[in-house]
């Protein structure tokens, strides 16, 4: 788990827990217009491919949820579904260490290559995404429910 001292409080970065949802679920409605339900949450952690963080302040049952990553991991590729991040803590880099340890953790096991769709219109994620190499490589038109265009993007991974 990594851990990181900020105020006297520390933030760390562990595997999601069944306690953690209700705060995951708050951070996901404020996040996104269509929203993932506790169910599909569940979903994914029925599915062996899936692996999600949590980015935690403080310890304990005590901890509150600053954000997660959600991704899959497979025939060396990683495919990020979901980050998000507590609007009261955004802009303080909790997203950057998700993506970070997310990346870490998908070249350890040998992925090569990574994959994610982005909102046309989300540039702060798009910029994110290409300050770690991201790189745009096609568009899913009306890919959202509500029929905005995904942009795909693209990450050669170095092991």
């Given amino acids: 788990m990594a851990v990181a001292a900020t105020g006297g409080t520390s933030r760390r970065i562990g595997r999601y827990t069944p306690a953690d949802l209700d705060q995951m679920l708050f951070i996901e409605r404020a996040s996104y217009p269509n929203p993932w339900t506790g169910q ?79 909102r046309r219109s989300n540039r702060g994620a798009r910029r994110l995404y290409e300050e770690y190499g991201f790189s745009e490589i096609g568009i899913r038109p009306r890919y959202y429910e509500d029929g905005e265009d995904a942009v795909v993007m693209l990450l050669e991974i170095s092991n």
């Fill in 40 to 118: 599909m949450f569940a979903e994914e952690l029925d599915n062996r491919l899936c692996h999600i963080f949590v980015s935690r302040d403080g310890d304990g049952g005590a901890a509150e949820v600053l954000g997660y990553v959600c991704f899959w991991l497979f025939l060396g590729e990683m495919h990020l579904l979901n980050v998000a991040v507590d609007p009261a803590r955004r802009r303080q880099g909790v997203g950057r260490r998700l993506l970070s340890h997310a990346l870490d953790f998908a070249a350890a096991r040998g992925a090569k290559v990574g994959f994610l769709e982005v």
